[in-house]
């Protein structure tokens, strides 16, 4: 590779991870080939810290100098220094104003309040108990204020399928604080978490974590959702899946393969490792 540092910023399900959660042999075989080379490999996902560990584990990375992303930002662990330089959740004012808003009452969406060991819920909700179980964390429904234990580093917001433009303008003015913003993730989807969190802040902090440590880098960013488009922007070479939504695609310089035909690694193998 050349003199500067690659560094690599990939987003999990859907990207790095196949359909069935699983990571390929030979995606794992090209990390470790590029971060035994000198690169820095970062994972960057809406999981919780303690699943992207354990997948980071799963890899083999967890020997190399190197970051890991949680929460979409909210989180951000050095693996060097055994620090969480990152820290940032929603504050409990606001997840009560919420509750208590949202909480008994026939509403235009359904509400999840995810913490890093449980997804909190008002009832049964197949999906998103599907992806708690996918990523090793506790779904538990609740009835009071009380039993939300743990800090909550987003808050979902699923609209109904019939919900309009004005429906989305009132649940961001029902629901606008200081210091917390909307994430698009759907029409359907939003998620709200600290102004300060999303993927494109967490590359702008370890890059510069990075260049503290006299390090001259060149960055490199894959995804496939609209939730990508912030790290996209801050990356010098942002590719998309193939499998990408669309608006992303627009925001990439380049495509490659599916998550399920090992696009991460393929252009990773094809256009860093060889330099």
């Not at 690659?6 to 090209?30: A, C, G, N």
């Not at 909210?74 to 990152?86: A, E, F, H, R, S």
């Amino acid at each position: 590779m050349s003199d500067k540092t690659k560094v690599v910023f990939s987003d999990l399900d859907s990207t790095l991870l196949r359909d069935d959660h699983r990571f390929s042999e030979y995606t794992k075989e090209i990390i470790n080939e590029f971060c035994n080379k000198g690169g820095i490999f970062i994972p960057i996902s809406a999981r919780s810290i303690n699943n992207v560990m354990m997948l980071a584990r799963v890899m083999g990375i967890l020997k190399y100098d190197g970051f890991l992303v949680a929460h979409n930002g909210g989180q951000i662990y050095d693996i060097k220094n055994d620090l969480m330089i990152v820290d940032e959740f929603v504050s409990k004012e606001i997840i009560k104003d919420i509750f208590e808003k949202t909480y008994g009452k026939v509403g235009k969406y359904k509400i999840h309040f995810f913490a890093d060991k449980v997804t909190y819920s008002y009832g049964k909700a197949k999906n998103t108990e599907y992806w708690a179980n996918v990523t090793k964390k506790e779904f538990k429904i609740i009835k009071n204020l009380d039993e939300i234990k743990d800090s909550i580093y987003l808050v979902t917001f699923i609209l109904n399928e019939n919900a309009s433009e004005i429906d989305v303008e009132e649940m961001h003015n029902t629901f606008k604080y200081d210091y917390t913003q909307f994430h698009k993730y759907t029409n359907r989807v939003y998620e709200l978490t600290p102004v300060t969190t999303s993927k494109g802040a967490a590359v702008e902090v370890v890059m510069n974590e990075l260049k503290k440590r006299g390090l001259d880098i060149e960055t490199y960013a894959f995804g496939d959702g609209a939730n990508d488009i912030t790290m996209f922007e801050k990356a010098d070479h942002p590719i998309a899946m193939q499998n990408a939504v669309d608006i992303l695609k627009t925001k990439a310089k380049k495509e490659t393969k599916t998550n399920n035909n090992d696009g991460v690694a393929t252009y990773i193998k094809e256009n860093i490792v060889k330099y």
